[in-house]
T-cell receptor, first 111, second 117 residues
């Protein structure tokens, strides 16, 4: 399977704390994307980082990419209860049409 | 912008019946749409890639005669689960990419929860 793996599988933190999720993948990529899924809903795109980029920021989100280790991390700073969701990384190859999703991290942020 | 509407949001059907799920791009054209299946607390598994005006491309292990996909226009793709059985109960999600933007993010529908009794 080309599916990536994420860790931790589940993460429980308090509001205000930072949350870090990691994603590892197996094949060469063109880009890596992070998505968020609220329970029973579709996915919402958060951020895309290209293979020639090492770090990217968007609001309270910070994504890093290490292509030599085939890994990425998503950091959510100053978390809020509304950040409670599942987070998935997804990789796309050069000339890709489809994305391969990781196993996901379920984040619970308690007030 | 870039809204994907998926309908119905949930459906309950009896074993042996067929169910059609629609995926529409409301404010953009999508030459390619993707259909995923998701089991509880698991990741999304790509079932097939739907291409406007041509046959869908199915992933290994997905029965094309069981899961019929039609992409008749640039804004609509349908997935029909034929002769549904309880093991087909799952959360089905479609996604679409804006036509001509091959490296852009996907836009997802809100999913359809199918329960087969």
């Amino acid at each position: 399977s080309q599916q990536g793996e994420e860790d931790p599988q589940a993460l429980s933190i308090q509001e205000g704390e930072n949350a870090t999720m990691n994603c590892s993948y197996k094949t060469s990529i063109n880009n890596l994307q992070w998505y968020r899924q609220n329970s029973g809903r579709g996915l919402v795109h958060l951020i895309l980082i290209r293979s020639n980029e090492r770090e990217k920021h968007s609001g309270r989100l910070r994504v890093t990419l290490d292509t030599s280790k085939k890994s990425s991390s998503l950091l959510i700073t100053a978390s809020r209860a509304a950040d409670t969701a599942s987070y998935f990384c997804a990789t796309g190859n050069t000339g890709f049409q489809k994305l391969v999703f990781g196993t996901g991290t379920r984040l619970l942020v308690s007030p | 912008g870039a809204v994907v509407s998926q309908h119905p949001s949930w459906v309950i059907c009896k074993s042996g019946t067929s169910v059609k799920i629609e995926c529409r791009s409301l404010d953009f054209q999508a030459t390619t749409m993707f259909w995923y299946r998701q089991f509880p607390k698991q990741s999304l598994m790509l079932m097939a890639t739907s291409n406007e005006g041509s046959k869908a491309t199915y992933e290994q292990g997905v029965e094309k005669d069981k899961f019929l996909i039609n992409h008749a226009s640039l804004t609509l793709s349908t997935l029909t689960v034929t002769s549904a059985h309880p093991e087909d109960s799952s959360f089905y999600i479609c996604s679409a990419r804006v036509a001509g933007e091959d490296n852009s993010p996907l836009h997802f529908g809100n999913g359809t929860r199918l329960t087969v009794t």
